[in-house]
T-cell receptor
Framework: EAAVTQSPRNKVTVTGGNVTLSCRQTNSHNYMYWYRQDTGHGLRLIHYSYGAGNLQIGDVPDGYKATRTTQEDFFLLLELASPSQTSLYFC??????????????FGPGTRLTVL | GDSVTQTEGQVALSEEDFLTIHCNYSASGYPALFWYVQYPGEGPQFLFRASRDKEKGSSRGFEATYNKEATSFHLQKASVQESDSAVYYCALSDRDMGYKLTFGTGTSLLVDP
């Protein structure tokens, strides 16, 4: 069974604070993704990576950095958090490539509140 | 850019009713189309996909057919159960952008027993 874990599950910070969200997958997947979920918008891609050391920009990257340190670990960094970044964040992984549009496996989510 | 439109924000049905959730897409290329389901407190789960025109995807009694001409991938189920209550997302996958998923805004399904 594919496994994606996220930590912390809940986080409260203040405006201007520094936050790191962590994601680990044990699927040996190449691709990893960070999404945010907001009412009325569905899920939107922030950043993604196709391997350790690689980073690609998603659709809503402003205010976010990310780093893929290993095949398993993908981090999302908010260096100056703002209230507009209050959201539910999901990490996902997939084994896509070529003509293989593989499904993505999602973690349980991290609820971030920026006061 | 690519986009997915789900017209129903909420659907309320009784058990054994027929379900249709509409999904239309706009894409420059030839995307794969997906349905995901999300239960409260969980991340989205893959339901099924279709990768080419006229292909039918199905799982757990749900099904949808890729219609390239109509740019649609409507979700249907013949007889819903209370356990089907969840949020359903239609999505497309873009190979040129790392197979990222572009999601619709979701449809909340509530099934009364």
């Amino acid at each position: 069974e594919a496994a994606v874990t996220q930590s912390p599950r809940n986080k409260v910070t203040v405006t201007g604070g520094n936050v790191t969200l962590s994601c680990r997958q044990t699927n040996s997947h190449n691709y990893m993704y960070w999404y945010r979920q907001d009412t009325g918008h569905g899920l939107r891609l922030i950043h993604y990576s196709y391997g350790a050391g690689n980073l690609q920009i998603g659709d809503v990257p402003d205010g976010y950095k990310a780093t893929r340190t290993t095949q398993e670990d993908f981090f999302l960094l908010l260096e100056l958090a703002s209230p507009s970044q209050t959201s539910l964040y999901f990490c996902a992984s997939s084994d896509a490539g070529g003509d293989n549009y593989a499904e993505q496996f999602f973690g349980p989510g991290t609820r971030l509140t920026v006061l | 850019g690519d986009s997915v439109t789900q017209t129903e924000g909420q659907v309320a049905l009784s058990e054994e009713d027929f379900l249709t959730i509409h999904c239309n897409y706009s894409a420059s290329g030839y995307p794969a189309l997906f349905w995901y389901v999300q239960y409260p407190g969980e991340g989205p789960q893959f339901l099924f996909r279709a990768s080419r025109d006229k292909e039918k995807g199905s799982s757990r009694g749900f099904e949808a057919t890729y219609n390239k001409e109509a740019t649609s991938f409507h979700l249907q189920k013949a007889s819903v159960q209370e356990s089907d209550s969840a949020v359903y997302y239609c999505a497309l996958s873009d190979r040129d952008m790392g197979y990222k998923l572009t999601f619709g805004t979701g449809t909340s399904l509530l099934v009364d027993p």
